[in-house]
């Protein structure tokens, strides 16, 4: 084969298939500011958040000036408003692609290389770290500080939110190497792992042949790792065999580093990293677990059901006395992240061992979590709706006023204007997120039709009985969230 001089691989293929294939995506990709050009920008809007939440006033907790004041703040408004829910979205549709723009890689970026011309011993994140459970643990704690100290309607809270996350990845780029803190810290690193594998978009190597008569590998060699253009995969992946989005940042330095145009970004049929029999790390069903208590209480808008749904840390707060808000965030934090889900996910695995007794309790959880991925994304993009519905209709007052104090004196205190509503009633909108979630849990089910079948193929001893049991877990959080979903 020869390949050096040879034609643009890329022109091959439908331009659906392989959008580096339009020459003008194909120059903007290649040129050397990308993508940074693209990080700075949105540093700079990092930057701004910060500022226009520092200082800002706080209210009791679930008072309703707390409430409104949440929604004319900008940095408020756009994070947990804009971005948050939009970023659901882009990992569904799209994979990783809010990491090829995040500000935090770019400063890991930075400081890692002011790490290494200062003669830092820069190293690998330790073995014990690369599980991902310290990723879990930092999600959790965000839950935790949103459930304890309100930092979604806090802008203050907020700013210091963003703050600490810029620390975090200035401290691992200087102390470690290869983008340890978008693979082993990143508080939202497992959740893009398991929605990106829903996406309908793939970056991949166009003709194995010519990577295999390469032998430069410029796209994955480690001499190349401190290039700014062109370098080797800064995740430690190997392109030419990457079958999953789930890592992949989609940062395109591969893309730059090859030199005959082998690799290609486009479409391919949804929900194709959801594989039976993945070997999975402990992480993804643990973040499952916690998610699935999490859009049990956003989808609860009713409040007659959240009281109910809420009442065993109620009735802990009664029997212990706690007054303290924070105190009874964390209660209500512990009971929606934990306790309830993991009771779930319990009982049924439980169940599931009971009927396959020579089956390790730990299989279950091996087997089946990924499966759910499609039910649990299509929930989170529900929520979206709410929250998008709620905060909208006003978009343009955090803009106007981005620090929020004079749009909150004209509204709360002077009420000169009223606050902007929801742009359609609950009882109208409730009907997208029901069809989304009947979608989801359709390829939860189809999925799970596909595991069972890996199993019985590769010969695995699981009961009838038990082979039921994922199924009924299913219909059983599908009924759940159909359930809140249709009281709103």
């Known amino acids: 084969m020869i390949l050096s001089g040879s034609p643009s691989l890329s022109s091959k293929q439908a331009w659906h298939l392989n959008f580096l294939g339009l020459p003008l995506i194909r120059w903007i990709v290649k040129r050397p500011f990308y993508p940074y050009i693209l990080q700075a920008g949105a540093l700079g809007f990092f930057l701004l958040l910060i500022y226009f939440g ?20 900008f940095t408020t408004f ?15 549709f799209l994979g990783r692609a809010w990491c090829h723009v995040c500000p935090l890689e770019l400063l890991m970026n930075l400081s890692e290389r002011l790490g290494r011309k200062l003669g830092v011993s820069q190293r690998f994140m330790p073995k014990v770290f690369r599980n991902g459970l310290l990723i879990v643990a930092a999600y959790l704690t965000v839950q935790f500080s949103v459930a304890s100290f309100h930092i979604h309607r806090a802008p203050h809270g907020a700013t210091l939110f963003l703050i600490s996350l810029a620390v975090l990845a200035l401290l691992c780029g200087f102390l470690f190497t290869y983008r340890s803190f978008c693979s082993f810290v990143c ?56 079958r999953s989005n789930k890592d992949c940042l989609l940062c395109m ?38 998610i699935t208590g999490f859009l049990t209480y956003e989808l609860t ?29 964390f209660l209500k934090g512990a009971w929606v992240l934990i306790v309830f889900p993991a009771a779930i996910w319990i009982i049924f695995a439980a169940l599931y061992r009971l009927f396959s007794p020579r089956m390790k309790f730990s299989f279950w959880f091996k087997a089946y979590p990924v499966a759910f991925v499609p039910l649990l994304a299509a929930a989170h993009l529900s929520k979206s709706f709410d929250k998008w519905n709620a905060w909208l209709k006003g978009v343009g007052l955090p803009f106007r006023d981005p620090m929020g104090k004079a749009t909150f004196q004209a509204i709360y205190v002077d009420k000169i204007f009223q606050e902007p509503g929801a742009i359609l009633t609950t009882t109208t909108l409730r009907w997208l ?8 849990g359709f390829v939860t089910l189809k999925k799970l039709v596909q595991t069972d079948l890996h199993l019985r193929t590769n010969a695995v ?12 877990m299913a219909i059983f959080i599908v009924c759940i969230y159909l359930f809140n979903v249709w009281h709103w």
């Not at 706080?58 to 929604?71: G, I």
């Not at 001893?461 to 009924?472: E, N, Y």
Request: aromatic share 12%.
């Open 54 to 73: 520092w200082g800002q006033p706080t209210f009791d907790m679930n008072s309703a000036a707390e409430k409104l004041y949440r929604k004319l703040n």
């Open 78 to 92: 756009v994070l947990w408003g804009l971005w948050w829910p939009s970023m659901i979205w882009v990992a569904v």
């Open 187 to 242: 508080p939202v690193g497992v959740l893009l792992n398991c929605y990106s594998r829903n996406a309908p978009f793939e970056l991949r190597t166009i003709d194995r042949g010519v990577c295999e008569g390469c032998r430069t590998r410029d796209c994955r060699s480690l001499k190349t790792y401190t290039r700014w253009k062109g370098r080797g995969c800064p995740s430690l992946l190997n392109p030419p065999k990457l």
């Open 253 to 290: 330095q591969c893309v730059k580093a090859c030199p005959y145009d082998n690799i290609r970004f486009g479409t391919r049929r949804f929900f194709q990293d959801i594989v039976p029999g993945e070997s999975l790390s402990m992480a993804i069903p643990l973040f499952l677990v916690i």
């Open 301 to 329: 808008l009713n409040g007659e059901i959240k009281a109910i749904f809420l009442a065993p840390p109620h009735w802990i707060e009664n029997v212990m006395r706690i007054t303290d808000a924070h105190w009874i965030g």
């Open 433 to 440: 997120p029901t069809l989304v979630l009947v979608i989801g």
């Open 461 to 472: 001893a699981v009961s009838k009985i038990s082979g039921v049991v994922p199924f009924a």
